[in-house]
């Protein structure tokens, strides 16, 4: 099996699928209470770790204008340029500025920014404690840091074989570099000078599989993410099949719990 935190090819198909998952309503409800933990004001100058397609940066930018502005970063160009295009079409972009960046090194003066976020990026991030640093050195005082992330142990679905489905999480969480950060995230807040603000739960529970559900896409992630580290495709299309079957007979359940944390830069 390859190591955990195999990278992840961030190219134009794998921004259209994140801009169709972001896209659905259990999302852009956990946008919602991203959002008012972030707490945005008119004027602010924030910062999007790993903006991917777009979503919150567009959102963040209604919040901060029309006198303040929000930059993104992402080590894609695809996903920049997915934002870009958002950003127009939201009729946004004089408060958005993307760019190419990396978490550990952030092109910012200290203390400059009004606020921080990441959502579902440092997972991917190797040198974790660095990104968060950076963050907390950008920050003005007062100024805070906002994450959202995944702990793949509270992931599940209803299935027949418990133990198959906990194979192929496994296998999915291992395309992360922190596959169970939100745990970490009060001592590494603490260690890189922040008060820790906020500590709360964001749980998706769906239970019907449709072209609005946010687990299928998470369905065919894992299907990648199984077959790339040895499990048999015969073993992976009868899991996805016994899910399907659940789902018609109004079996269906999928959980995914998210976690946010803030901290305060002192």
């Excluded at 699928?17 to 924030?46: C, H, M, N, W």
């Excluded at 596959?179 to 603490?190: C, D, F, H, I, T």
Aim: aromatic content about 8%.
């Amino acid at each position: 099996m390859p190591p955990v935190g195999t990278p992840v090819v961030f190219d134009a198909a794998y921004a259209a699928r994140l801009d169709r998952d972001y896209s659905t309503p259990a999302i852009r409800e956990q946008r919602v209470r991203f959002r008012k933990v972030i707490a945005a004001r008119p004027g602010e100058v924030g910062l999007d770790v790993g903006c991917g397609p777009g979503h919150l940066v567009c959102e963040l930018a209604r919040e901060v204008a029309p006198a303040g502005r929000i930059y993104g970063i992402d080590t894609s160009k695809d996903m920049l340029n997915w934002a870009r295009q958002r950003a127009i079409t939201e009729n946004v972009s004089d408060y958005v500025e993307l760019r190419g960046g990396d978490a550990t090194q952030l092109d910012f003066a200290d203390g400059s920014l009004d606020f921080v976020t990441a959502s579902q990026v440092y997972c991917f991030v190797t040198d974790i404690t660095d990104a968060i640093r950076e963050a907390a050195r950008v920050l003005r005082k007062g100024g805070r840091l906002v994450i959202l992330d995944t702990d793949w142990d509270l992931v599940t679905w209803h299935s027949t074989d418990r133990l198959q489905t906990r194979r192929m999480l496994q296998a999915r969480a291992a395309d992360y570099a922190n596959a169970y950060l939100p745990r970490e995230l009060p001592r590494l807040l603490k260690a890189a000078g922040l008060l820790l603000t906020t500590a709360e739960a964001y749980t998706i529970i769906e239970t019907d599989c449709n072209e609005d559900s946010f687990g299928k896409g998470v369905i065919e992630s894992v299907k990648r993410a199984s077959i790339l580290r040895g499990i048999a495709a015969g073993e992976v299309e009868e899991w996805i099949q016994d899910l399907r079957s659940r789902a018609s007979n109004d079996d269906y359940y999928f959980c995914v719990n998210r976690f946010i944390f803030s901290g305060v830069k002192q």
